[in-house]
């Protein structure tokens, strides 16, 4: 059974506990709500969540230890000279896995590995059953328990909002931790690295090769790690992507905020942010198929040598993608702006231009900073558009007519297919990662900060 039918099933048994708790409160009443404590949704809603939330802590459980669990036991399982060796025993467990999901026809194994693809299959098919079992086990057991405690003085309501509480504490907690896992996982990674890499030579270094050799016998088998010319790219395609999507989307902003009646604007705005919903891979098809062949072409008319493959290219149909993020930011900000300074403007014989221009703009500033720090958060963290028009060779060049490439392409690049995650090479994608991730960092707090600044300035 799948986990989406499971969730469906305690899903409609929630709603049925929620009726029934409902009409036992109802019928307890008299006719008359006063007598009870709560409102009868209370009573019913009480009973749901003891429906849920034990078959959904069972099913967490379930799923957090099945798979380590049963694995174990096939381990136990296998003869001495497949799990005395990590490499044999991870190709063997592999092998099992495939067996066990019918894909294992093609496969050369021992008889040892096909019988325990067969017994993963059945333990499986066991621990679906199982888990099935316990979760309606558990959801009878909580309706049984809140359904007998219903009554007038009981404060459901109450009840009710504790464990809705508890339910959002721990949602944030696990948002946190998700983000503290984030952070540790890169950073140990990342230590490893540096462990077998010198820091200041991934910093400071200008050559970028990562292609270690599999024998120390063979060519570049050291690589070299210096990020320079990722960074170098990364800024240069983020420069360009900024220098299209802060003036268009500023002046649209501002033309849709102060000049543009209600109607066009009731058009324009939704049509604009549009943008911001189309898939990545869309524009890097338009970037690929279209923009770099255009300035490839326009190019040479000029003399110029463009590559096929451009940061010019990349940055231009990046800085339309981000043209909604400060379209929008500097559009919300700049409404914010109390009406009281505008009239004093007009007041004095300003026009809405030098409104605009010395009292509008200023007073939104911060806003608009913010709203522009957050854009180039995005530029640095764009992947697709950069893989598509901007290539993967690592230039050392600020020349927007030659290929670049970028930290999060490299990132992608060194995580893609079978990997070993004890190699120098892999391991630099995390290197790579913590440096994005702090820098990301850094401008989104800054970027909060002014806006911060900016609402006790002007609520």
Known sequence: MSLSFLLLAVAALCALSFYFGRQRAVALSGGRYSNLHSLPAHYGTYVALWCGLPALLLLFVWHTFQGSVIEAMIIADLPAEITSDSGQLSLALNSISLIAAGNGQHLTVSPEVVDAGRRLANLQSIANAALIVVMLCGAVIGVSLSYRKISPELRARNNVERISRWVMIACSAIAILSTVGIVFSLLFEALHFFSKINPLEFLFGLEWSPQTAIRADQVASEGAFGAIPLFVGTLLITVIAMCVAVPVGLFSAIYMGEYASPKFRAVAKPALEILAGVPTVVYGFFAALTVAPFLRNNGAILGLDVSSESALAAGLVMGVMIIPFVSSLSDDVMSQVPKSLRDGSYGLGATKSE?????????????????VLLAVSRAIGETMIVVMAAGLAANMTVNPLQAVTTVTVQIV???????????????????????LFLVTLGLNVFALKVVQKYREKYD
């Open 355 to 371: 409104t605009i221009r010395h009292v509008i703009f200023p007073a939104a500033l911060p806003g608009i900073v913010g709203a």
């Open 413 to 435: 690049t060194l995580l893609v297919g079978d990997q070993e995650f004890d190699s120098a090479k892999t391991l630099s994608a995390f290197a790579l990662g913590l440096v």
